[in-house]
Nanobody, 116 residues
Framework: QVQLVESGGGLVQTGGSLKLSCVAS????????MAWYRQVSGQERELVAI???????NYADSSKGRATISRGGDWNPMRLQMNGLKPEDTAVYFC??????????WGKGTLVTVSA
């Protein structure tokens, strides 16, 4: 089992930046990739960015060029920095870990609100 705890959400002005952190505990050795997702109420959760064990990163079109995903040693912490925030970036941001055999673990999420 892997436990994930996100932090860093809050209120940000349009054009500002967010810096989110995710700390993993438990069977961290089993993690093969970690990702940030976000969800707006009433909509499906969508990928923001993903980073693999080998350090390969991939970004959604909506975050490409504005976001940077990174990780520390043994994954901790895994971070997301995103610049040039827009009101449409307002969402609950979730940390996800993908373990062996594709098992997924999710954090509880952290709310980011971008004011117009």
């Amino acid at each position: 089992q892997v436990q994930l705890v996100e932090s860093g959400g809050g209120l940000v002005q349009t054009g500002g930046s967010l810096k989110l952190s995710c700390v993993a505990s438990g069977a961290v050795f089993s993690i093969n990739a970690m990702a940030w997702y976000r969800q707006v109420s009433g909509q499906e959760r969508e990928l923001v960015a993903i980073i693999t064990k080998g350090g390969t990163t991939n970004y959604a079109d909506s975050s490409k060029g504005r976001a940077t995903i990174s990780r520390g040693g043994d994954w901790n912490p895994m971070r997301l920095q995103m610049n040039g925030l827009k009101p449409e970036d307002t969402a609950v941001y979730f940390c996800k870990a993908i373990g062996r055999f594709g098992v997924e673990y999710w954090g509880k999420g952290t709310l980011v609100t971008v004011s117009a």
